[in-house]
Nanobody
Framework: EVHLVESGGGLVQAGGSLRLSCAASGFTSGDYAIGWFRQAPGKEREGVSCISSSDSTTYYTDSVKGRFAISFDNAKNTVYLQMNSLKSEDTAVYYC?????????????????WGKGTLVAVSS
C-alpha cells in the first residue's frame, strides 16, 4: 500500500521560505507522479505543483510560478516543494498525493493516495 508523509510546514513571515518534504513508500513501480495540493480555511482545494518520477516533468499553477520549485530525490523516494517569497495567501494545509499524468501545462489530479498534510502559515 502506498504511504505518503508530509513534513516541513510551519510559521513564516511574508517573503520567507519553507521546504516541504513528501516521503513516499509502497510504490511497486518506479514510474509514478506526485503532486502537492493545498486547502485554506473556507476555500476549495487547489492544485499547486506536480512532478513525474520517470522524466521529472513538472507542473505549476500560475500563482506559484517563479516562487515554488518541485523536485524529486529518487534515492530517498522523497519529493520536495521549495517555497520562496511566501505570501499570506499561501497559508494553507499542504498535502502530497499520487497523481496521474503530468505535463508542463496540466497535472491530472487522479488521486488515489494522499498524506495527512502539513500546515503552512504565512504572517503578513
Amino acid at each position: 500500500e502506498v504511504h505518503l508523509v508530509e513534513s516541513g510546514g510551519g510559521l513564516v513571515q511574508a517573503g520567507g521560505s519553507l521546504r516541504l518534504s513528501c516521503a513516499a513508500s509502497g510504490f511497486t513501480s518506479g514510474d509514478y507522479a506526485i503532486g502537492w495540493f493545498r486547502q485554506a480555511p473556507g476555500k476549495e482545494r487547489e492544485g499547486v505543483s506536480c512532478i513525474s518520477s520517470s522524466d521529472s516533468t513538472t507542473y505549476y499553477t500560475d500563482s506559484v510560478k517563479g516562487r515554488f520549485a518541485i523536485s524529486f530525490d529518487n534515492a530517498k523516494n522523497t519529493v520536495y516543494l521549495q517555497m520562496n517569497s511566501l505570501k499570506s495567501e499561501d497559508t494553507a494545509v499542504y498535502y502530497c498525493a499520487e497523481v496521474g499524468l503530468v505535463t508542463p501545462n496540466k497535472c491530472f489530479w487522479d488521486i488515489d493516495y494522499w498524506g495527512k498534510g502539513t500546515l503552512v502559515a504565512v504572517s503578513s
